[in-house]
């Protein structure tokens, strides 16, 4: 059955225990990949990158980063079938700039040379805000990866994908088990993806709660 997308709003629940024999399959992880790739940004720019664990391997060696801090999480992060640990630039600098404008251009977004300069010019005036007025621009480019995070656990839920958001990462110790910083990125917050157990996963048997309107909505 077709359903329409605020039944995964109101159906997706974070899971707190995962059945670990249940794998997603490269299909769907060929669109969690998409779905990660495609999400909007402020002018466009993708200022994150993604760790994707899909072995054991890869799994253990985030537990063991976050054992210290929030051995909490890592249950889910061991039996889950994936993990994303999601990154955010640790500046934004011309290189970077270029290599966005450079791929618009590649995918043929500019059809005249002057649009080409215009994005330029229009994505350095925002970012220049942020960089120089603002002083805000860590926050900022940690912005454009939650509002990704936002999209992709609607999306996985879509899929029929299970997950869990987790900010309870020890991101100077992930930072340094993966290298980031030295790459320029550093982690902000882990999804782990898979299947819940029907019997472990207390989450999934509680019914949602969210403040109610007359709360949380002003219609003028
Ligand atoms: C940014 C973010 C960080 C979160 N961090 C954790 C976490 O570290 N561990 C955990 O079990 N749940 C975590 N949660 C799950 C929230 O507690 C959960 O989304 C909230 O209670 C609403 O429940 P629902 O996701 O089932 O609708 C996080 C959620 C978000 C959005």
Request: aromatic share 10%.
């Amino acid at each position: 059955m077709e359903h329409n997308i605020v039944h995964y709003a109101k159906n997706r629940h974070t899971v707190k225990a995962y059945d670990p024999s249940k794998k997603i399959s490269d299909e769907n992880i060929e669109k969690i990949k998409e779905l990660l790739r495609f999400s909007a940004s402020s002018t466009n720019a993708q200022p994150w990158h993604f760790i994707l664990a899909s072995t054991d391997e890869g799994k253990e060696r985030i537990a063991k980063a976050n054992e210290d801090m929030f051995p909490f999480n890592n249950p889910s992060i061991l039996a889950a079938s994936h993990v994303v640990i999601f990154c955010s630039r640790l500046s934004i600098e011309d290189d970077h700039l270029s290599k966005v404008l450079e791929q618009e251009d590649a995918d043929g977004r500019f059809p005249a040379t002057e649009h080409k300069e215009q994005m330029d010019a229009g994505r350095k005036f925002f970012i220049n805000i942020h960089k120089h007025d603002l002083k805000d621009v860590q926050h900022w480019m940690d912005k454009q990866v939650y509002l990704n995070i936002g999209a992709f656990l609607l999306g996985v839920s879509t899929l029929g994908i299970d997950a869990t958001p987790m900010e309870g990462i020890d991101v100077k110790s992930i930072d340094e088990e993966f290298g980031l910083r030295e790459q320029g990125y550093t982690s902000l917050v882990a999804v782990t993806l898979g299947y819940h157990d029907e019997e472990k996963d207390y989450n999934a048997k509680l019914p949602k709660s969210r403040l109610p309107y007359d709360y949380i909505l002003t219609e003028v």
